[in-house]
Each structure stands twice: as structure tokens, then as C-alpha cells.
T-cell receptor
Framework: GQQVQQSPASLVLQEGENAELQCNFS?????MQWFYQRPGGSLVSLFY???GTKQSGRLTSTTVIKERRSSLHISSSQTTDSGTYLC????????????FGKGTSLTVIP | VTLLEQNPRWRLVPRGQAVNLRCILK??????MSWYQQDLQKQLQWLFT????????VKSLPGADYLATRVTDTELRLQVANMSQGRTLYCTC??????????????FGPGTRLLVL
């Protein structure tokens, strides 16, 4: 089964609205990361966030390892935020076991 | 500033033929290099992380077989064989291995798109 579940699968926002993206993990994990994929395909690492809260500009990531979940909050969304947001985890068992979710497709309309 | 160069950027691969991909690191501050694949359903999957020249790893996944080689401190290669479905391969670099004390962020190359003839 899918090790990493992301929700929602897709989201449409009016520019200026906030978004909350969720990532849940089915097994215990050592760490996790958030990535952003632009509509053209290029990928960007947003946060390496094994635990706690990290903020970068309008983006805030909060990971609660014990509860096997992480969230990504986007405040005051802009049209340039459109794209796919992916989370990935490193499992706590086995060597270099990394798993990705299927992503949340975000569309911000003006 | 571009940290990674990938070539080719795309390739049509006749069924049954292997293809060789290259990734060139432009900044030695990010020596941990990895390969990821993204399938046609956009599912991303980590393949390999290789740190030292001479490191080699193989992996077989649904739809393709892989051989990764860290050739030098600045060059990572990937041979893709027996590919039955198209995919995109991304090279990344980082200051430390994922989960290492120095883990900061991963930087992605532009990707190589492979299509099966």
C-alpha cells in the first residue's frame, strides 16, 4: 500500500487565500521533506523537516513525527504558487528507504 | 546559478535498447548526488545516492533496470536498460546525505525525459 498519503489530491484557490496541505505516513519515519514541482516539471526542495516547525516566506511546514504527519501551510497564495506539492519520508527501518506521496495539485486563480 | 547539468535533456529509446545519462555537478559544496525517477503517472521515486568516485549500484524496478555510477567527484552516470514505459530521470545534489547532520536541502537538475519507441 501507499506509504505516504497526501491530501487533498487537488486544490483550487482564489489568489490571496490560504492553503493547508497534509501528509500522513503509514509507518514510523526518521525524517521527511517537502518538494514543489512547477507545471513545467522542474523540482524544488522546500523543506527538510524531521520535526517541529520551519518557515520560509509564506510557507510553513510542521512535522509531528510521533503522530506520523506533516503539514504545509501556504499563506496569501499567489498564482505563481500553482503546481504540485510533494512530500517524502525516510523510513526508520531499512537503509535509505525513501518514499514519496502522489502529490497535491494546487491551482491559484487570479 | 545552475548547480547541476543533465544530458541529454530528452531521448527516444528504441524498445530493448539501453541509454546512458550524465549529471555534472557544478559546485563541490554539494557532493551527495542522487537519481530519482518520475513515471508517467507523476509518481516520484528515489533510486540511488552515491557519494564517492567508484561507487556503483544496480536496481530493477517495474519498467526499467538501472546501473548508477559515481564516476568522479563531479560526474554521476545512469544507465537505463529494458525500459518499457517512458519516464523522467532527475539528478540531485545536497550538502549531506538525507538524514545526515548536515542535511539542508536537495537541488534538482532539469531532468532527462525518456520516451520509448
Amino acid at each position: 500500500g501507499q506509504q505516504v498519503q497526501q491530501s487533498p489530491a487537488s486544490l483550487v484557490l482564489q489568489e490571496g487565500e490560504n492553503a493547508e496541505l497534509q501528509c500522513n505516513f503509514s509507518t514510523s519515519l526518521n525524517s521527511m521533506q517537502w518538494f514543489y514541482q512547477r507545471p513545467g516539471g522542474s523540482l524544488v526542495s522546500l523543506f527538510y523537516n524531521p520535526s517541529g516547525t520551519k518557515q520560509s516566506g509564506r510557507l510553513t511546514s510542521t512535522t509531528v513525527i510521533k503522530e506520523r504527519r506533516s503539514s504545509l501551510h501556504i499563506s496569501s497564495s499567489q498564482t505563481t504558487d500553482s503546481g504540485t506539492y510533494l512530500c517524502a519520508m525516510e523510513r526508520s527501518t531499512g537503509y535509505q528507504n525513501f518514499y514519496f506521496g502522489k502529490g497535491t495539485s494546487l491551482t491559484v486563480i487570479p | 546559478v545552475t548547480l547541476l547539468e543533465q544530458n541529454p535533456r530528452w531521448r527516444l529509446v528504441p524498445r530493448g535498447q539501453a541509454v546512458n545519462l550524465r549529471c555534472i555537478l557544478k559546485n563541490s559544496q554539494y557532493p551527495w548526488m542522487s537519481w530519482y525517477q518520475q513515471d508517467l503517472q507523476k509518481q516520484l521515486q528515489w533510486l540511488f545516492t552515491l557519494r564517492s568516485p567508484g561507487d556503483k549500484e544496480v536496481k530493477s524496478l517495474p519498467g526499467a533496470d538501472y546501473l548508477a555510477t559515481r564516476v568522479t567527484d563531479t560526474e554521476l552516470r545512469l544507465q537505463v536498460a529494458n525500459m518499457s514505459q517512458g519516464r523522467t530521470l532527475y539528478c540531485t545534489c545536497s550538502a549531506d546525505v538525507w538524514g545526515g547532520a548536515g542535511q539542508d536541502t536537495q537541488y534538482f537538475g532539469p531532468g532527462t525525459r525518456l520516451l520509448v519507441l
